[in-house]
């Protein structure tokens, strides 16, 4: 992953090999889950297999992949536009680099918050 990628934002990486990288916070959003968690849990266990991960937080992310299915009608939904959708409703910036380099921001950060924090909080 980018150094340059606030740990924060959700970074979708297309490999030369059309496989997809995601970072913790990509993860976390189509899991419904903090960032944080994956981190934590990640550095605890040494693995990032998604087999790897407490039952709790796949269950999570199974619920949270029926949740778009049932919100645009879809038996299987495209993780792009998961990712987007729950970035915005997140208020996540969510920022997708090609295997050429090429990023584009497919979610911009939010420029404020009713509560007056950061936007990230």
């Not at 536009?81 to 050429?100: C, K, M, P, R, W």
Request: hydrophobic share 35%; aromatic share 8%.
């Amino acid at each position: 992953m980018s150094k340059d990628i606030d740990p924060r934002t959700a970074f979708v990486k297309r490999e030369a090999d059309g496989e997809y990288y995601l970072n913790d916070a990509a993860t976390a959003l189509l899991m419904g889950v903090n960032p944080d968690v994956l981190t934590q849990h990640y550095q605890r266990s040494g693995s990032r297999d998604a087999m790897s991960l407490p039952v709790t937080l796949r269950q999570a992310g199974i619920r949270r992949n029926k949740e778009f299915a049932a919100l645009t009608n879809s038996a299987e939904p495209d993780m792009g536009d998961a990712l987007i959708h729950y970035a915005q409703q997140d208020g996540v910036e969510l920022i997708f680099e090609d295997a050429t380099g090429e990023r584009i921001t497919l979610a911009p950060k939010p420029f404020w918050r009713r509560d007056g924090g950061d936007s990230h909080n």
